[in-house]
T-cell receptor, first 113, second 115 residues
């Protein structure tokens, strides 16, 4: 079975500051890992994903994440926060041989001017 | 492509009433997923279909919930009778076999309020 833990339900950053959202996963088989973003009153949009290969993954809107197998982590970062980054972010995991996604509890990001 | 389409976007109903949520997946996608999002439980997978056949309904909370997929372009999630604890946002998502490794595309959701 796969599961995800997101550390911190709320993160507040200043505009222009680093955004760091933490995600740790548990999986008995090689995982596929995802970050989704949800803007208010909207569905989830894929930011980036890790499947195989390069462990540093770049996504949309300047976000990137690094897969660290030894730490079972897939933390999401963005060097410089923008007001438009205010949203809820979800980390998700699936097994390479399964079609189900298991989501973390989500982290709400607020950006201060 | 229009993306995953869900209707209605908002539904307010009274306890005991039947509620039907609708979803149209992206054309050509052969997997369809229904999720429920609440503050208490986060995002939960309720059921998913492959080629219109239910594969895993272990997340369906109880017999009051049922889901169907009569064809490749339409699915429904029905709650009968509805209860206040069913209030949540219900998302539909779809994916295509052979696409990017389990990437799922989400609809905008239906916000259900049961009074």
């Amino acid at each position: 079975a796969q599961s995800v833990t997101q550390l911190g339900s709320h993160v507040s950053v200043s505009e222009g500051a680093l955004v760091l959202l933490r995600c740790n996963y548990s999986s008995s088989v090689p995982p596929y890992l995802f970050w989704y973003v949800q803007y208010p009153n909207q569905g989830l949009q894929l930011l980036l994903k890790y499947t195989t290969g390069a462990t540093l993954v770049k996504g949309i809107n300047g976000f990137e994440a690094e897969f660290k197998k030894s730490e079972t982590s897939f933390h999401l970062t963005k060097p410089s926060a923008h007001m438009s980054d205010a949203a809820e972010y979800f980390c998700a995991v699936s097994a390479y041989n399964d079609y189900k996604l298991s989501f973390g509890a989500g982290t709400t990001v607020t950006v201060r001017a | 492509d229009a993306g995953v389409i869900q209707s209605p976007r908002h539904e307010v109903t009274e306890m005991g009433q039947e509620v039907t949520l609708r979803c149209k997946p992206i054309s050509g996608h052969d997997y369809l997923f229904w999720y429920r999002q609440t503050m208490m439980r986060g995002l939960e997978l309720l059921i998913y279909f492959n080629n219109n056949v239910p594969i895993d309904d272990s997340g369906m909370p109880e017999d009051r919930f049922s889901a169907k997929m009569p064809n490749a372009s339409f699915s429904t999630l029905k709650i009968q009778p509805s209860e206040p604890r069913d209030s949540a946002v219900y998302f539909c998502a779809s994916r295509q076999t052979g696409s990017s490794y389990n990437e799922q595309f989400f609809g905008p959701g239906t916000r259900l309020t049961v009074l």
